[in-house]
C-alpha cells in the first residue's frame, strides 16, 4: 500500500472523521494516522495483515469506533483502556488468547465482539463495563462458564461454537440478560442450570446442537416460566 494512497485516505479523514482501509495488504497499523488523533471517531483496518497495534492506539482518545476484523494479532495493548469513548470495539477472526486486564476500563463499550479467536477461558474482569450491550465469544475455544460471569451487564452474550460443557448457575444472575446463545457445543441436558429458567430475565436461550435435543429442555423445572418470557419477547427475536 502505497504513502500516497494513504495520504488521499487520510485527507478525507480528516474532513470526516472516519477512516477505513481495508482489505490492502496493510502489515501494521498506519503511523500517519498519529495526525489525526483529534478528531478520527471510527476507524476500520479490516482484511489486513497487521500482527499488533501501537501503543500509541491509546492516543485517540475521539475514538468510538475500532474495527479489527481478519487480522493476525494475538494480542492487544493495555494502552486500548485510554480510549474513553470506545463504544464498538470488533476484534472477529484474529488470534487473540486473552485480553489485557485494562480492557474493563473501557466504560462507554457497548459491543465487543472476539469471535473466532483462540480464547480458551472466559474473560475477566468484563463486569466494570456497564454500557456493554452484546458480547460476542462465539467460534472461540471456551470449555466453562464460570460465576464471574454474574457480574456482565450485557443483555446478549453470544457463545455458539465453543467446547462449554460447564454453566454456572451464576449465570442467572446477570442483571441485564435477555439473549444467552449456547449453540454447537458440548452441553448435556444435566449442564443447563435451572436458574436460568426459573430465576434469570433470559428470554432467549439457544441450545441447538448440543448433546441433547432441545426439545427435552420441556423436562426441566422452570421451563414454563422460560417459555413465559420467551412468548412475550418473541416479537423482538423475529
Given at each position: 500500500m502505497g504513502n500516497s494512497a494513504i495520504k488521499s485516505h487520510l485527507e478525507t479523514s480528516q474532513k470526516t472523521g472516519v477512516f477505513q482501509l481495508t482489505g490492502k495488504g496493510l502489515q501494521e497499523f498506519p503511523e500517519e494516522l498519529q495526525r489525526l488523533t483529534a478528531n478520527?471517531?471510527?476507524?476500520?483496518?479490516?482484511?489486513?495483515?497487521?500482527?499488533?497495534?501501537?501503543?500509541?492506539?491509546g492516543n485517540f482518545l475521539q475514538l468510538k469506533s475500532l474495527t479489527l476484523n481478519s487480522n493476525k494479532l494475538a494480542s492487544l495493548p493495555s494502552d486500548l483502556s485510554k480510549l474513553r469513548k470506545l463504544e464498538t470495539l470488533s476484534v472477529n477472526l484474529n488470534q487473540l488468547q486473552q485480553l489485557p486486564p485494562s480492557l474493563g476500563q473501557l466504560r462507554a463499550l457497548r459491543t465487543l465482539?472476539?469471535?473466532?479467536?483462540?480464547?480458551?477461558?472466559?474473560?475477566?474482569?468484563?463486569?466494570?463495563?456497564?454500557?456493554?450491550?452484546?458480547?460476542?465469544l462465539s467460534k472461540n475455544h471456551i470449555r466453562v462458564v464460570p460465576a464471574v460471569v454474574s457480574a456482565l451487564q450485557a443483555i446478549e452474550i453470544n457463545l455458539n461454537q465453543n467446547q462449554i460443557?460447564?454453566?454456572?448457575?451464576?449465570?442467572?444472575l446477570c442483571?441485564?440478560?435477555?439473549?444467552?446463545?449456547?449453540?454447537?457445543n458440548c452441553l448435556e441436558l444435566t449442564s443447563i442450570p435451572l436458574s436460568i429458567l426459573n430465576q434469570s430475565q433470559v428470554s432467549l436461550l439457544s441450545l441447538e446442537g448440543n448433546l441433547f435435543q432441545v426439545k427435552r429442555m420441556r423436562e426441566l423445572e422452570g421451563y414454563d416460566q422460560y417459555m413465559e418470557r420467551f412468548t412475550a419477547n418473541k416479537k423482538k427475536f423475529s
Open positions: 478520527l471517531r471510527t476507524v476500520d483496518v479490516s482484511n489486513n495483515k497487521i500482527e499488533e497495534l501501537p501503543a500509541s492506539i465482539n472476539l469471535a473466532g479467536n483462540q480464547i480458551r477461558e472466559f474473560p475477566p474482569g468484563l463486569g466494570t463495563l456497564r454500557m456493554l450491550d452484546l458480547l460476542d460443557s460447564e454453566v454456572s448457575p451464576d449465570v442467572s442483571p441485564r440478560l435477555k439473549v444467552l446463545r449456547l449453540e454447537e
